[in-house]
């Protein structure tokens, strides 16, 4: 081994990779127990693809309303880990399955947030508890499945840094303590899906192309004949080879990355030598035969499977019947968009964030594993330039080897954002063991030879509080239910009781607002505190609506109660509770304003009558005095831009209450970011729906960071109907048509490019 990376520190047990795979182990069956079934990314969608396997043995097809199946993109996906899947829960009974897919939530959250607010997507019941049976049970059992899987990647991640430094145990014990201890990972093999099974295929991959392997395992050939038993330059070290690839390209589209690594491993880290082939070709290079070997067998394993698909639908990969169902990426989305909007995103869930990528941990957390991170970089940077000033090309060879995958897969990955939505760290899984064996070697580098013993207990007793804290900390939390209480204890929360009614049998015990004042843009808290007098079949929603002084929309909730898991079917007779709602003001209000919050229960078809304390019915809503929305006299600051030419700053709004043929007054405020990358135009819409009342375009000239105040007088269509309209606002180019996409600070805006500005409200007359 390089003097640059060998040390007299730390024998460590050689028992280690059996310790962390267990330690994996475990905290994974935590996981796997505490996340409730199909909470996790697209995990019912991967389930039903196990069921329609097990129930129909064959493939879906799609698109799943010609080929009926609730597996939705995920039907396009490679079929090994399914097929397993299958194998494994087909003898369980699972008749209750449409029950646990019809308990959709329909106002899941979407975003990675760090407070307790509809993070399931699903709706649970006691059924689901232990001893599981039915569907449960077949969930669960998948999930053991993905469990093992994630283990073989610790296991495998602790051979490739044996195989490439092994003199060094401390950096393969530390690469397997770091996936163990990974949250995201565990959170990940533990659910119904194919992620852990491609991240422990290429791990292995990894180990076998790896450039001088052990001879434990796979013994390297003669070099003069070639024909060894074993080892990359042997016909069993490229069959092992050619079987991996093919099961990776059997599981994921992103296991076809490992055919060019491996194109590459080949070229540039094996000796080329002469074997002897036959009597007419006596000599043939082993790299040229080790390519026949190992890309035949690779296309003998998955090469049915991409036939299929090119017979189906005239793709091999399949993702032209893919693309459509999960929809492409709005026009003008670039590099730098993905960058500045999505980028953070990726790095924060490869670490730690949970549910249907909406369960984000707290923010000291994420600085916690940013500066492991950061110094694991400075640390692999440190390596490289030591091993460049001594020229040992060796040390940096084995770590470009890894730097190589771990760089591909993030291309993969970023092509992929780029085509659709999907910028997950969970996409990075395939290069979990390259990346940890990374982050250790950074971090031995920034310390004393003799103190990495003590680094490496430092720091895993530091992941695995972290690993241990986020289960009951973060995730457990977001799927409870919100605790029954007494009449004594609603008291303590509350600040105003009433005695309000909705429908025959739900009472409004009282209420309490957290804020007095608020601004555009910010989150405040409302608590309400319920009854169930008597059981209640049908789930209505709480409808919690921010009205301004004209009634219009300032801000909404609509959810089931416990913020999304508690609906009222759920709830005992005589059960009282409370639920603190978030309730953001929309940043486009246009003026200083009192406000009232309007309080219903609804479905999506109806809505409850609300009744006072002397029967007497008050409509179908509950009126609280609301906080006052200050706005600043010149109106309210704005953070919107389209792609990174223009921002809307702000804007000015005279009325907002018109009547049909009436004037809209509207000033907009824009600011240039860059030159323009052609001409551009700006549209202003009053519509509802498809229904438009007013339209004017104008085009945008401006040098960057130029203001331009432009005031616009539109005139409503004098037949407009009564009733609310939105402003939508979108810059477009005039000479293609298209439409920029709009983002709010770093988000982009799935709006298709039109901003909803604000409401106008036509009466027939004023």
């Known amino acids: 081994m390089p003097r640059s990376l060998s040390s007299p520190c730390s024998r460590l047990s050689r028992s280690a990779p059996l310790f962390w795979t267990l330690v994996f182990l475990a905290l994974g069956l935590l996981y796997s127990l505490i996340v409730p079934v199909f909470e996790g990314n697209d995990e019912s969608w991967h389930y039903a693809y196990v069921r329609y396997i097990a129930e129909r043995k064959a493939l879906p097809r799609q698109p799943p309303d010609q080929y009926p199946h609730q597996a939705r993109q995920e039907a396009s996906q490679p079929p090994l880990y399914y097929l397993l899947a299958a194998t494994l829960t087909r003898w369980v009974p699972q008749d209750d399955l449409p029950v646990l897919y019809a308990r959709e939530n329909p106002f899941p959250t979407v975003l990675p947030i760090g407070y307790r607010d509809n993070q399931n997507h699903y709706v649970h019941t006691d059924a689901e508890r232990f001893p599981f049976c039915g569907a449960t049970l077949g969930i669960r059992l998948a999930r053991l499945l993905s469990l093992l899987f994630g283990a073989g990647t610790v296991w495998g991640t602790y051979c490739l840094a044996q195989r490439l430094f092994p003199q060094e145990k401390w950096v393969a014990a530390g690469a397997a303590m770091v996936i163990a201890l990974t949250p995201g990972f565990l959170f990940t093999s533990g659910l119904v899906n194919n992620d852990a099974l ?392 246009p003026a200083t304003t009192p406000s009232m919050l309007a309080v219903g229960l609804t479905t999506f078809t109806e809505r409850l009558p609300v009744y006072n304390s002397r029967n007497r019915r008050l409509g179908d809503t509950f009126f609280l005095p609301g906080p006052t929305i200050v706005v600043p006299d010149s109106g309210p600051a704005l953070a919107y831009r389209w792609s990174d030419e223009v921002a809307l700053a702000g804007y000015r709004l005279e009325r907002a209450v018109l009547v049909p043929g009436g004037e809209l007054d509207l000033t907009l405020y824009w600011r240039a970011l860059r030159p323009f990358r052609g001409l551009r135009s700006a549209t202003v819409q009053v519509l509802r729906g498809d229904f438009k009342i007013a339209q004017t375009d104008f085009p945008l000239s401006l040098r960057p960071g130029e203001v331009w105040a432009d005031h616009r007088r539109m005139t409503l269509a004098v037949d407009a109907p009564p009733g609310v309209y939105e402003i939508r606002v979108a810059v477009y180019d005039p000479s293609e048509g298209g439409t920029l996409p709009v983002y709010q600070g770093d988000f982009l805006l799935p709006v298709g490019g039109l901003l909803p500005l604000w409401e106008v409200k036509v009466v027939g007359d004023r």
């Open 198 to 589: 491609a991240a422990c295929i290429a791990t292995w991959a990894l180990v076998v192309l790896a450039p001088h392997p052990s001879p434990s395992l796979f013994p390297s050939p003669d070099r003069r004949s070639g024909e060894g038993s074993g080892g990359w330059q042997s016909r069993r070290g490229w069959g092992v080879a050619g079987l991996l690839l093919g099961l990776a390209a059997l599981t994921k589209l992103s296991g076809l990355l490992l055919w060019p690594f491996a194109a590459l491993a080949l070229i540039f880290y094996h000796p080329d030598t002469k074997i002897r082939n036959t009597k007419f070709f006596p000599f043939v290079s082993s790299r040229l035969r080790g390519v026949v070997i190992t890309f035949g067998v690779a296309l003998v394993v998955c090469g049915w499977w991409y036939l299929r698909n090119w017979r189906l639908y005239g793709d091999p990969t399949g993702l032209s019947a893919m693309l459509p169902l999960v929809g492409h990426r709005e026009a003008g989305f670039g590099l730098q968009e993905w960058l500045r909007s999505e980028a953070g995103l990726v790095w924060k869930s490869y670490w730690a964030v949970f549910g249907w990528f909406n369960l984000a941990a707290p923010g000291w957390v994420y600085g916690i594993y940013g500066l492991l991170m950061a110094l694991g970089i400075l640390g692999l940077a440190l390596l490289g330039a030591r091993s460049a000033r001594r020229r040992d090309w060796e040390v940096l060879g084995r770590v470009g080897y890894l730097a190589l995958w771990a760089l591909i897969v993030a291309v993969g990955l970023l092509r992929w954002t780029l085509t659709t939505g999907g910028s997950q760290g969970r996409l990075l899984y395939p290069a979990v063991g390259a990346c940890s064996v990374l982050l250790v070697l950074g971090w031995g580098q920034l310390i004393p030879t003799r103190a990495r013993r003590w680094l490496l207990g430092a720091l895993g007793a530091l992941l695995l509080a972290l690993a241990l804290w986020l289960p009951f900390g973060v995730i457990r939390l977001a799927y409870a239910r919100p605790p029954l209480l007494t009449l004594t204890d609603v008291e303590k929360q509350i600040a105003t009781w009433t005695d309000v009614r909705f429908g025959e049998s739900i009472r409004l015990l009282g209420y309490r607002l957290e804020a007095e004042t608020v601004h555009p843009g910010e989150t405040f808290w409302v608590t309400l505190c319920w009854q169930g007098e008597g059981p209640t079949p049908t789930d209505y929603f709480v409808s919690l609506s921010l009205l301004n002084a004209d009634g219009l929309n300032a801000g909404q909730k609509v959810t089931h109660p416990g913020l999304g898991t508690f609906p009222t079917s759920l709830w005992p007779p005589g059960a009282a509770f409370c639920d603190r709602y978030p309730l953001t003001v929309r940043d486009t209000v």
